[in-house]
C-alpha cells in the first residue's frame, strides 16, 4: 500500500519570460491543480528572492493531498519542481502542463512511491 505519490522534475532552458513571470507561475499553479484532479488549500504561493546564481520565484502551493513546490532559477532558466499527494495523479499530466507553460528544452524526472 502507498500512502503517497511523489514526481520530481528536472526542467530545463525553459522560455525565459515564464519563468519571470509572477502572473504565469500563479497560472500554471491553478491549471495543474485542476488538471491533476487536486483541490486546492488556498492561494499560490509565488515569491522571488535570493541572489546571483539561485535568484527566482519560488512557488508553493499547498494541496488538501499535500503539496506542490517549485523554485525557477533565472540564471539557468531551469525549474526544479515537486508534487507530492496521497491521492494518485499521472506525471504525464504534469509534464505536460508543464510544457504548456515553459516551453522547456528537456525534462527528466523521476517518480517515486511513498510506502506507508
Not at 500512502?3 to 499553479?29: M, Q
Not at 528572492?49 to 499547498?62: H, I
Not at 504548456?100 to 528544452?105: A, I, M, Q, R
Request: proline share 3%; glycine share 4%.
Amino acid at each position: 500500500m502507498y500512502w503517497g505519490y511523489h514526481l520530481v522534475l528536472n526542467v530545463r532552458d525553459c522560455l525565459p519570460k515564464t519563468i519571470r513571470s509572477e502572473e504565469n507561475i500563479k497560472n500554471f499553479a491553478a491549471h495543474l491543480v485542476k488538471q491533476i484532479d487536486m483541490v486546492a488549500f488556498g492561494d499560490a504561493i509565488v515569491v522571488h528572492f535570493g541572489s546571483d546564481n539561485k535568484a527566482g520565484y519560488t512557488l508553493v502551493q499547498l494541496i488538501e493531498t499535500s503539496n506542490i513546490c517549485a523554485h525557477f532559477v533565472e540564471e539557468t532558466n531551469d525549474i526544479y519542481l515537486d508534487v507530492f499527494s496521497c491521492k494518485p495523479f499521472e506525471s504525464e499530466t504534469v509534464v505536460a502542463v508543464v510544457n504548456e507553460y515553459f516551453s522547456p528544452k528537456s525534462t527528466k524526472g523521476q517518480f517515486l512511491y511513498r510506502q506507508a
